[in-house]
Structure formats: C-alpha cells, structure tokens
C-alpha cells in the first residue's frame, strides 16, 4: 500500500526573496515547513551568498519546474577587482591579490563589452555540475579538479551600474542571460581581462523567468503568517501554476475538448498555433496544463494538471 503523504495539498508558486546564507534547499524546506505542504520543489539553485528570486513550486505546479529551470534570469551582482579567491566568490579564500588602483571606468566597459552576445563559458569547479555522478563543488573543496566542457550561453545584456575605483576597486553589474549561466565565472573572466584578478562579493537575482523582485515574498513575512496562524493569507500569496508559461502560447478548449484532452487524446483546436508546445485552458479559464500541437494539427496532451487553483 502506497504511504499517503504528510503535509496540506496546496498547489502554485511562490516566489521567495531568498536570504542570504541559506542554500536554495534549505530555503525550500524552511517554507515547506512552514506551509505544511506535502509537496513542494525548487526551480534551479542559487549560491548560499546570493539573494533574490527564487521560483518554489508546490503541488502541481512541481510539473512546471523544469520551464523555469530553462528560463532567462537577470542578476544584479558586484565584482571586487583586485583580489581572486578559489571559489569566485566572497566564500572563498583568497587566491591572488593585485593592485587594482589603475583600473578605469572605461576599462571595465571595455574588458566587458566581448562578453555580450553568444559566447562559451567554462563553468566554475565550485558549480553542481555532476562529473560521474558527483557535483563538481564537492569535488573542488577536496582539492580535485577535473576538465570541463565549455558550454554555450547568451548574455543579453551585460551592462555596467556603478564604478568605484581603489587598489581593491568594485564594479556593480547587471546581467541578462540565458539558462546555465555561471555569474562567478563572468567575474573571474573579467578579473583576467583586466589584469587583476575579481570574484563575486554580492549576487542578487532580480528576475527568472516572469517572475520579478516586486512579487516576492520574505521569510520573515511567512514566519510571521505562520506564527499568527494565518494559513489562508500565506496559500493567498501563492501564485497560479499557468504563471510558469507566460511565454508559452495559450490555446483555449471546449468542455468537450478539455474532457477528451483529460483522456489523453489529441484533440482539433481551432486558431491553434502550427507546432510547438501550448499552455491549455478551458473556456471558463481553468487551466489544464501544457500540451504540444502534431503534424496533423491537433493538440496533444504532455503535462496536465491533477487539481488547479
């Protein structure tokens, strides 16, 4: 017999200002807890020394992680120009200092400007890639490095916010980019552009996806619904799980549509886009979830929701 699983059946997104301190993990099982939700995931990792958005699915809603995994993000991040450390990051030691006093506004812009665009990217030891089955920050803080592969990613935008000029100078960035984007490694890339040596010293992600700063919510706040027991004013922060696939086309059903959809078949849409993947909804707005037009026209169901909000 199956074990039935402990926790409430809420389902939506919350989006978390994460702390700093905290690992995305730990963030999600602090609100879990709080919630009392029987199920409930993450949409990509954040850094312990980073802060910001950070997408927690619950419920149904688990089903649309992986779009948001695959979503652009958009960081707001302060390189310290001057000193390199083994992480790339404020966490580590210190690998290498340099006099940094030299450096120019128009330096940095320079030193920046190649990296716009499509480019590849070494990604750091000290990220979660898995090389044989092992995630790579693991094996770093044993001292072990191993080669890896470059990966392709697109900076957007990657533009210079503030400059403040030293023998340790700081330079304050914001980053468009694609998923798979290592910030650390844009600092580092940067520091050896210019002679330096740089790492990361604050990262905060200001958008992933659709979902921005300005509809997050933080601990405190939750703790303090919780502590009221105001269950009913946390499950109202929770945002519908169709906000995952803003970007996706949306195709609206008949009951009669939606019904046979539901029974796994593909059914005749009108209006409905050539090919690619469609977000589902019935006339009266409920959503259905995700589903993928064939050849032939028709919609196919691939990812369809259990219960809606």
């Known amino acids: 017999m199956a074990r039935r699983r402990r926790g409430r059946p809420i389902d939506g997104i919350l989006i978390l200002d994460k702390p700093a301190g905290l690992s995305s993990n730990k963030a999600l099982q602090r609100v879990r807890h709080l919630f009392n939700a029987a199920k409930a995931g993450h949409t990509g990792s954040l850094d312990p020394l980073a802060t910001g958005v950070l997408p927690l699915c619950f419920g149904e809603a688990t089903k649309l992680s992986q779009y948001l995994l695959d979503a652009d993000k958009i960081y707001e991040s302060t390189f310290t120009l001057g000193v390199a450390t083994t992480t790339g990051d404020?966490?580590?030691?210190?690998?290498?200092?340099?006099?940094?006093?030299?450096?120019?506004?128009?330096?940095?812009?320079?030193?920046?400007?190649?990296?716009?665009?499509?480019?590849?990217?070494?990604?750091?030891?000290?990220?979660?890639?898995?090389?044989?089955?092992?995630?790579?920050?693991?094996?770093?803080?044993?001292?072990?490095?191993?080669?890896?592969?470059?990966?392709?990613?697109?900076?957007?935008?990657?533009?210079?916010?503030?400059?403040?000029?030293?023998?340790?100078?700081?330079?304050?960035?914001?980053?468009?980019?694609?998923?798979?984007?290592?910030?650390?490694?844009?600092?580092?890339?940067?520091?050896?552009?210019?002679?330096?040596?740089?790492?990361?010293?604050?990262?905060?992600?200001?958008?992933?996806?659709?979902?921005?700063?300005?509809?997050?919510?933080?601990?405190?706040?939750?703790?303090?619904?919780?502590?009221?027991?105001?269950?009913?004013?946390?499950?109202?922060?929770?945002?519908?799980?169709?906000?995952?696939?803003?970007?996706?086309?949306?195709?609206?059903?008949?009951?009669?549509?939606?019904?046979?959809?539901?029974?796994?078949?593909?059914?005749?849409?009108p209006n409905a886009p050539c090919d690619g993947m469609v977000r589902c909804s019935l006339e009266d707005g409920e959503f259905l979830g995700i589903g993928e037009i064939l050849d032939d026209g028709r919609v196919a169901p691939r990812r369809l929701m259990v219960t809606t909000r």
């Open 90 to 269: 404020a966490e580590g030691e210190e690998r290498s200092r340099a006099d940094a006093s030299a450096i120019t506004r128009d330096q940095v812009e320079a030193a920046m400007a190649p990296f716009c665009g499509s480019i590849e990217q070494i990604p750091s030891m000290y990220s979660a890639i898995k090389h044989e089955g092992r995630p790579l920050y693991e094996l770093a803080r044993k001292g072990i490095e191993v080669p890896r592969k470059a990966r392709r990613i697109t900076l957007y935008s990657y533009s210079l916010l503030a400059f403040r000029p030293g023998p340790v100078a700081e330079v304050d960035v914001r980053v468009h980019c694609s998923k798979g984007t290592y910030i650390r490694s844009l600092a580092e890339d940067l520091g050896e552009s210019l002679g330096c040596g740089a790492h990361v010293s604050r990262l905060r992600r200001v958008k992933s996806g659709p979902f921005s700063l300005d509809e997050s919510v933080s601990l405190p706040v939750l703790e303090s619904l919780q502590g009221s027991g105001d269950l009913s004013a946390m499950d109202a922060l929770l945002l519908p799980s169709q906000r995952a696939l803003l970007g996706m086309p949306k195709v609206t059903l008949s009951e009669s549509a939606g019904f046979y959809l539901r029974q796994g078949q593909a059914v005749l849409v």
